[in-house]
Nanobody, 122 residues
Framework: VQLQASGGGSVQAGGSLTLSCAVS????????MGWYRQDPGKGRELVAF???????NYGDSVKGRFTISRDNAKTTLYLQMNSLKPEDTAVYYC?????????????????YGKGTQVTVSS
């Protein structure tokens, strides 16, 4: 499975951005897809994830502001980010868990793509 995030950029606080993640390879093996972010000096943070049934879950810091979604074919994963804050500044990565893997929030996913930088200025 290959993942490539795009759509990052610079925006002022209160603005919006939509990230996309192009998925290729053994797409049928994917069960869960998610977005992480990491700022220098901080640990990696799970932002949101979506399971095969379409159920979603969000980190407390983004609830009510971010929305994760994907197309039915699982070829593209999205992260709609609204009401952005300077503390949202980070490199954002998309990731996936394959069927058969045991995964929980504090465990690494199986596949990660290269990140895209999001910078929010005050």
């Amino acid at each position: 499975v290959q993942l490539q995030a795009s759509g990052g950029g610079s925006v002022q606080a209160g603005g919006s951005l939509t990230l996309s993640c192009a998925v290729s390879g053994s797409i049928s093996s994917i069960n869960i897809m998610g977005w992480y972010r990491q700022d220098p000096g901080k640990g990696r943070e799970l932002v949101a994830f979506i399971n095969n049934g379409g159920g979603t879950n969000y980190g407390d810091s983004v609830k009510g502001r971010f929305t994760i979604s994907r197309d039915n074919a699982k070829t593209t994963l999205y992260l709609q980010m609204n009401s952005l804050k300077p503390e949202d500044t980070a490199v954002y990565y998309c990731a996936a868990v394959k069927y058969g893997s045991t995964w929980y929030r504090t465990k690494d996913m199986d596949f990660y793509g290269k990140g895209t930088q999001v910078t929010v200025s005050s």
